[in-house]
């Protein structure tokens, strides 16, 4: 199974975004909020939890902190304040993704659709093992893809990721 924090992979639930019960983030603030958009059960979807590292990253430079506020449109709702309990995840690795201003969700994952992967090893999930390793990747990508930068390093957490899915879900790597 390949994961990735950008909507290139798979796609959200059909109308999600109409919705509009998500946050600046274009996330949901708790696994019941965000498994409340999908119908049907069994559900064909996984649930993952996003950890950004809000900090710009570009070869050569120093790494420089960014505010939320930067990132994400504060014409949406806010960020949770605490942390949601999500213990029963597990860390799949980091992701370099692209968030697109002035659009909701992430656009790509470079390491994927742009073949970064090759210069950057992922593990089982198409995901960088170390966070060192998503760091320097994000740098060369910021440097090597100029048009689409920044991109921002992301920890991806999974849950009941080893459990199977009905036929319908999201492509899945044999």
């Not at 965000?34 to 996003?50: D, I, M």
């Not at 029963?88 to 969700?105: K, P, S």
Request: with cysteine.
């Amino acid at each position: 199974m390949i994961c990735c924090v950008g909507d290139n992979l798979c796609e959200p639930p059909d109308g999600w975004i109409d919705r509009w019960d998500f946050n600046r983030a274009s996330c949901y603030g708790s696994p019941e909020l965000a498994w409340s958009t999908v119908p049907g059960n069994p559900s064909p979807y996984r649930l993952f939890a996003y950890f950004l590292f809000p900090i710009d990253l570009y070869e050569g430079e120093p790494p420089a902190a960014v505010s939320l506020g930067e990132i994400f449109s504060d014409l949406l709702p806010d960020l949770p304040r605490a942390l949601t309990d999500i213990s029963d995840f597990v860390q799949l690795g980091y992701d370099v993704a692209e968030h697109n201003f002035g659009f909701l969700g992430y656009a790509y994952s470079p390491l994927l659709t742009n073949g970064f992967a090759k210069d950057f090893p992922t593990n089982r999930f198409g995901l960088l093992d170390s966070l060192e390793t998503a760091f320097r990747a994000c740098e060369a990508i910021n440097v090597r893809m100029p048009e689409h930068a920044p991109h921002w390093v992301f920890q991806v957490l999974g849950k009941d990721i080893d459990k199977p899915l009905p036929s319908d879900s999201c492509r899945e790597e044999k």
